[in-house]
């Protein structure tokens, strides 16, 4: 290893490459062999093992990785702390800088600190994978702003993701950092402060609920002191002044410089006209790791003077190149403030387009000129500059000349005039005049950190003293391979009065002029070509209103926007949400030693919060250790003809191919039934199929490898959606159908009869956390020990002794804790275990791979898309009388789960309704997509989904308000469902009362109606959704459990059961149960892993059931202890724990126990109809309220209100925690992500670049959770119930509530009665469905005339 840490200064230049000087929390650092390619968070885990830091893209989009970057800036004589995504901070660009990660700040064993405190304790570390990031980011904002706002805290964290929590206990518990500090602010509830309520119950509406308690006592907290926080190094301080030299670091491909002149940065560029210049690295770094592109020389002008510096001038301001998006939205903030308003129109623009810029880490390091040069078609600061008319200067050794930035700029995608030699100099950002307007738009799938669907610039210029255009400039970006004018348009604008008659020719104009091919890349293609002409919609309102208001100052008299218009002119503003969280407290009584029913805190969320956490690949590299990369399959369907690997094995550090032929057990494997390979054999089935590996002494090494594997393929025709395998009648067996009554009777009984459509996208699971194994040969008997990312430890086990030839005995797989697995690591997990241990057999070697983000979402497949077609019989009232539902799942490439998946849909297909006459039929598609898997919800989310439609289409077709219609189907206490099991300890009555009265909802749906009125061009829709879940895994064997606890002589006690932890507390509720059973502090009872040796044939952590099973299993373990121990408490009835233990041991009593349960009376007969499916139900209601802008389709989450059954919770914020994020997720599902899919099979989403999950600017504005008081189920431990899936689909009603918003849209049209809206309701479905005369100059291309970009699986 070439790092050392030292305390003298750095020696001279090396010729072969000069030492990188860095702190890090600290600590000096001189790196003599600094890579260029390496980036920040490698040399933090690899290099330094300071694994505290996360990998969870390596594409800047999660934020997992943030670290802070402290610099002293000589310009600006000062130091400056920015969060920054180590996993695109090139190592070589942090030369004289200092790095804190999260172990610098504070440690569980030392001290934390109170950012580490405050979000443990706040309940807002689930998994923990995104915890260190999260704390990095809060860190690095009170390290500029010791008291921030609470918008200063949303802007912090609209670059990190948290996948487990639903973000809204991470802002409640750093709320406390704010000035108004942990109070709600009054929002509330109408009692104010959450914090100092007490345990009382309220009367709403005549309901009882109970009132406000805290999850955390704010007042445990440790105060913020800045002044202990880690200096600056003096050092760092005195080396920044000093003038530096030209530095090259030298790496294996890459050569790295560093000129600290701009002579000298010319001079290279003459030398090095195809080098790259480096600043940022937000692109450049994508392009190296994704696009597998080499740039052989790199230059960094980050810190020339004259690319960092700021001039004002007579017409603007001049910005340096290199400038950061952070000093360019810094400089134009503090001009906006002290200019007249109408000089600042360009600037407030570019600070609309800032605010929606990738997140905070990102901003903080990319420059201007990145921007500028990487003449994306989607860039976001290329259309202002252009509609503005941006002067840039551009510089060689030559000399220097400017250009005004306009559509000759741009020759082709991402290409533009500059020559090889020259590079950007300076970007001037001009003053507006009086009469001149600006506007800039930018539309994406989700608002924060995301890239432009369309974006554009909009700039007018008015003759003096009137409203007729003297110039006009629409600049877009996203509707051709460049950013683009709208020159026709514009130029026949010219001369016309700015009113109704320009805005219907410039619409007119637009449809003609921004046209896109029906089969352009990036797809969406009416929808863009809508925004074009929206947006200048909205563009003319805007310009509309201040023309009134500036020519009325002047006594000039213009048409204003009508009152129902305004709100399409006004821009988003975030409002802080707000909260309630409601639960049962313990009885008065109950001993302080019992934590069961308390809200204690998860017990690794400390460890989480400080980085000390292991997951698996934070465990240390062995020295003999080798990684693996895997070689996966281009196409859907075809032969493999050859594999070419010479190259490959060829290349530095490489030292083994693995293929079909190398295992040595069986190539065929399987979760469920074994129709799939461990290595590709003769034939590949989808994209991502894994066909063979390279293993090779870094991770590096192995990735690069395997992009020089060659492989040659015979094509097949590939089936890719559902549609197709329904042409092509490509299915899995059995068709399943489930059906009582008499349907055809039914039907003819009923009033009327409709029928409907609904498609229901997949959804990535997005765990924090990819896949990773770690396999470990022992060397003997065939022995070998697998450190697994999974939650299913046994399968592991199973799978990989079936495919290494051995028997289960040898293997043993163990689980620490999971980053998030939600289904995706229940059965997908082991494709990868497989390989790797394979492997490890072959080179008999400890070999360890952890995917990147953009292989786990190619090979692991997700939640199944269903497609539903349904036909309902019913009466005139509502009553539905008959339904007839056909479900399609797109299986993938293999069975996996996906039997089951569709039992389970099947078992919801009613989702709370008594349907009398009823009949479901569901069909898996064999397709050539990775396999599909368990996914929180496992089929029932789909199934009740199409339930809701077509209960929707019902009271739309009768003109009844959609609740009611609800509630005159919904099942009541001893109703049977369709699978004959009786509904006992119903509640679903309960919540929804109790949801209708938390939420107002007579109020609610009053004001929403009132304002529907009141806009136009704003909608707003209400929706409440009932929802009842069976618990159970349907497959009964799997309904057992096991559990070990051992007793040590000092009275500690070690727990281990069946479960994993991923997150969802169940290793803190096996904990309290202990506790309780045992009657002894939590403390004393530690769990360390989940193993196969310890707990054999364990079921995997799914089914919400984990807690049931494996609780029951611990009681059962522990009460055999107690037994045990009772003679010995009966002798010494005063005595300790310890006591007892003690004189239970010198009396040689086994103080080691295990325990096991299988749940009774379980087990249903499709054949027949008969036998129990589940063990009980779990039910909830959720009320949502949405805001849709129609000429967008942008959406606002306004209120939620939940009301869930958890039974007697053994833990309140850890199930209310299951609620929330369970929710966020079907947010998630139902209106934002999208897997995109190319006609061939190709996925095109993956990373959180283009495949979008719910931030935290999605939370719903007003959130309340209450979870049912009084309602113990005794069919679980200690009363409690399942919570990790059934709150999943409550967001439907998010979902259904936007379908409501759209209603109100379209009957603006003239359109009323059912329309088909499939999920997710993204931006482009809502817009589309908003049909309008905009909507009419943007007519779809015929289907089938034309090869879409992407299909809908
Ligand atoms: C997570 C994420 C989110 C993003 N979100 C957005 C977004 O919302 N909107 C958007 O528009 N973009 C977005 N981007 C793209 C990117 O961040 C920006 O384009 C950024 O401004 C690039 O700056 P950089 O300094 O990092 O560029 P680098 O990667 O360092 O360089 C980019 C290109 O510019 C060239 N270059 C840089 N300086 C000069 C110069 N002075 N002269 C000549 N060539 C030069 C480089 O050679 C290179 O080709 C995002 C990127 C990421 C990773
Ligand atoms: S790992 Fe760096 S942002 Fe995701
Ligand atoms: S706790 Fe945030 S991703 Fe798991």
């Known amino acids: 290893m070439s790092v050392s840490v030292e305390n003298k200064k750095s020696s001279a230049p090396d010729p072969n490459g000069d030492e990188l000087v860095l702190f890090v929390n600290g600590k000096k650092i001189i790196e003599r062999n600094a890579e260029p390619e390496m980036t920040l968070l490698t040399f933090l885990r690899r290099k330094l093992g300071l694994t505290g830091t996360k990998l969870g893209c390596a594409e800047g989009g999660c934020g997992a990785c943030t670290v802070m970057v402290s610099k002293f800036h000589p310009h600006q004589n000062r130091v400056l702390h920015h969060a920054v995504n180590a996993c695109l901070a090139p190592i070589c660009s942090l030369h004289h800088c200092a790095v804190t990660t999260v172990e610098g700040i504070g440690s569980v064993a030392r001290k934390v600190h109170p950012v580490q405190e405050r979000i443990a304790k706040a309940h807002g570390s689930q998994c923990g994978f995104c915890t260190p990031g999260i704390v990095m980011s809060m860190y690095a904002l009170l390290r500029n702003k010791s008291i921030p706002t609470m918008h200063d805290i949303e802007e912090a964290f609209q670059g990190n993701l948290c996948r487990c929590t639903g973000y809204r206990p991470i802002l409640e518990g750093y709320k406390t950092f704010t000035k108004a500090g942990g109070c709600c602010g009054g929002k509330g509830r109408e009692n104010g402060c959450c914090m100092t309520n007490g345990h009382k119950e309220e009367h709403v509406n005549g309901t009882s609920i109970p009132s406000v308690q805290p999850l955390y006592d704010p007042s445990e907290f440790m105060p913020l002191d800045p002044t202990q926080e880690i200096i600056f190094p003096p050092e760092l301080m005195s080396l920044g002044k000093q003038t530096e030299r030209v530095l090259r670091f030298v790496g294996e491909r890459v050569l790295w410089i560093q000129p600290n002149t701009l002579d000298e940065l010319l001079d290279l560029k003459a030398t090095y006209p195809a080098a790259k210049l480096v600043v940022g690295n937000t692109e450049v770094g994508i392009e190296m790791k994704f696009k597998n592109l080499l740039y052989p020389v790199i230059l960094a002008p980050a810190h020339i003077p004259e690319l960092n510096s700021v001039e004002y001038t007579e017409d603007g301001i001049v910005f340096g190149a290199s400038c950061t998006l952070t000093l360019l939205g810094e400089v134009l903030s503090a001009e906006v403030e002290k200019c007249p308003r109408h000089e600042t129109e360009v600037f407030k623009a570019v600070l609309e387009q800032l605010r929606w810029f990738a997140g905070k880490q990102i901003r903080n390091v990319a420059a201007v000129g990145g921007n500028i040069m990487t003449a994306s078609p989607i860039s976001d600061l290329n259309p202002v500059f252009m509609a503005a008319a941006c002067k840039l200067t551009l510089m060689s050794k030559g000399g220097k000349r400017v250009l005004q930035m306009d559509d000759k700029f741009f020759t082709g995608y991402r290409k533009t005039v500059l020559k090889p030699e020259e590079i950007l100099l300076s970007i001037e950002i001009p003053f507006t005049r009086k009469g001149q307007y600006f506007s800039a738009f930018k539309q994406s799938p989700r608002r924060e950190d995301d890239i432009s669907i369309v974006t554009c610039g909009m700039n007018v210029v008015f003759q003096e003293g009137s409203n007729t255009v003297k110039d006009l400039q629409l600049s877009y970006g996203g509707m051709a391979p460049v950013t683009i004018l709208a020159k026709d348009t514009s130029k026949k604008l010219i001369g016309r009065q700015w009113t109704e008659e320009l805005l219907q020719e410039a619409c007119s104009l637009l449809a003609d002029e921004m046209t896109l091919a029906p089969s352009a890349p990036g797809g969406m293609v009416t929808y863009r070509c809508t925004l074009t002409i929206s947006l200048f919609f909205k563009f003319f309102l805007t310009v509309q209103q201040k023309l009134a208001q500036d020519l009325k100052e002047k006594g000039i008299c213009v048409e204003d926007v009508r009152p129902d218009y305004i709100s399409a002119t006004e821009i988003f503003q975030s409002e802080t949400p707000s909260s309630v969280q409601l639960y049962q407290a313990v009885p008065p009584g109950q001993s302080s030693d019992d934590v069961v029913g308390r809200p204690i805190m998860h017990l690794s969320a400390l460890k989480q919060a400080t980085g000390e956490a292991m997951y698996c690949d934070d465990i240390p590299c062995y020295e003999n250790e080798l990684h693996l990369a895997l070689v996966t399959s281009t196409k859907a369907h075809a032969y493999i003809k050859s ?19 190398d295992v040595a057990g069986s190539n065929m494997t399987g979760p469920a039934v074994c129709d799939e390979t461990v290595l590709a054999d003769k034939m590949v089935t989808c994209v991502g199929h894994i066909v063979g590996a390279i293993v090779a002494d870094t991770q590096a090494h192995a990735q690069r490898a395997s992009k020089a594997v060659k492989i040659s393929y015979e094509e097949l025709k590939p089936v890719v959606t559902i549609q197709e395998a329904i042409e092509n009648e490509s299915f899995y067996e059995p068709v399943r159908t489930l059906q009582r009554g008499d349907v055809a009777q039914g039907f003819r009984e009923s009033d009327h009869i409709l029928q409907g459509e609904m498609h229901i996208g997949g959804q990535e699971h997005f765990y924090l956390e990819t896949n990773c194994t770690l396999a470990v040969p022992k060397g003997e008997d065939g022995e070998m020990e697998l450190f697994v990312s999974t939650q299913s430890a046994s399968k592991t086990q199973s799978l990989v002794a079936k495919a290494l030839g051995v028997p289960a005995s040898r293997i043993v797989c163990r689980v620490k804790r999971m980053g998030g697995g939600f289904g995706g690591k229940e059965s997908r997990s082991t494709i990868l275990s497989t390989v790797v241990a394979v492997a490890a057999q072959k080179v008999k070697r400890p070999v360890r791979c952890m995917l990147d983000r953009d292989e786990d979402m190619l090979v692991s497949g997700g939640r199944h898309p269903f497609f539903g077609r349904y036909k309902v019989g019913y009466m005139k009232n509502g009553r539905v009388k008959a339904l007839e539902v056909t479900y399609y799942s797109n299986a993938g490439n293999s069975m996996d789960l996906s039997l089951s998946i569709m039992e389970r849909a099947l078992f919801h297909m009613e989702n709370s309704y008594n349907i009398p006459n009823i009949r479901g039929t569901g069909y898996m598609c064999k397709t050539n997509l990775p396999s599909n898997t368990a996914f929180r919800g496992f089929g029932g989310p789909q199934g009740m989904m199409v339930a809701e439609s077509w209960m929707t289409d019902v009271a739309l077709s009768c003109r009844l308000p959609a609740e009611e219609v609800r509630k005159l189907n919904m099942y009541k206490q001893g109703d049977v469902t369709p699978f004959n099991q009786v509904l006992e300890q119903f509640t679903i009555d309960r919540c929804w009362e109790e949801c209708v009265a938390l939420s107002n909802f007579s109020q609610r749906k009053a004001a929403v109606d009132q304002y529907n009125k009141q806009h136009r061009w704003t909608k707003r829709g209400l929706a409440i959704i009932p929802t009842k879940f069976g618990i159970s895994f349907t497959a009964v064997f799997l309904n057992q459990a096991g559990a070990l606890v051992h007793v040590y002589t000092d009275g500690s006690v070690l727990l281990t059961h069946g479960g994993t932890e991923m997150g969802q507390g169940l290793h803190t509720k096996m904990v309290q ?7 002894i502090p939590s403390s004393k009872i530690h769990i360390t892993e989940t193993s196969t040796n310890t707990v054999p044939n364990t079921s995997p952590t799914a089914a919400s059931a984990s807690s049931d099973l494996n609780g029951m299993a611990v009681y059962n373990a522990c009460q055999t202890l107690l037994q045990r121990l009772e003679p010995y408490k009966t002798k010494n009835p005063k005595g300790s724990w310890e006591d007892w233990v003690k004189a239970a041991y010198f009396d040689r009593v086994n103080l080691s126990a295990n325990g096991f349960y299988k749940t009774p009376d379980l087990g249903y007969d499709f054949e027949t109809n008969s036998g129990r499916p589940f063990n009980y139900f779990s039910y909830g209601v959720a009320c949502s309220e949405v805001e849709i802008d129609c000429l967008t389709g942008s959406h606002k989450n306004l209120r939620t209100f939940i009301v869930m059954d958890v039974g007697k919770s053994l833990n309140p914020a850890l ?61 679980a431990i200690f009363s409690s119930k399942a919570v990790g899936e059934p709150p999943l689909f409550l967001a439907a009603s998010v979902f259904y509530a936007i379908k409501d918003a759209i209603t109100a849209a379209r009957s603006e049209s003239g359109l009323t009665g059912p329309f088909r809206l499939d999920s997710p309701a993204t931006p482009e479905r809502i817009r589309n469905a908003c049909e309008d005369s905009f909507t009419k100059l943007c007519p779809p291309a015929e289907p089938g005339s034309f090869t879409p970009w992407a299909v809908q699986a």
């Not at 594999?643 to 032929?661: L, Q």
């Not at 149960?1073 to 009657?1079: K, Q």
């Not at 299951?1218 to 190709?1242: C, D, I, K, N, W």
């Open 643 to 661: 594999i070419d690997v010479t190259d490959a094995m060829a290349m530095p550090g490489v030292v083994s191919f693995i293929s079909a032929e």
């Open 1073 to 1079: 149960v202990a506790s309780r059973t045992l009657g």
């Open 1215 to 1275: 199930d209310i925690g299951q609620v929330e994020g369970a929710f966020m997720q079907g947010v998630g599902l139902f209106t934002l992500e999208e897997l995109r899919y190319s006609p061939q099979g190709y996925l095109y989403t993956r990373g959180p670049g283009m495949y979008k999950i719910p931030a935290f600017g999605d939370i719903p504005t007003e959130l309340s959770v209450s979870l049912l008081r009084d309602a113990p189920n005794e069919k």
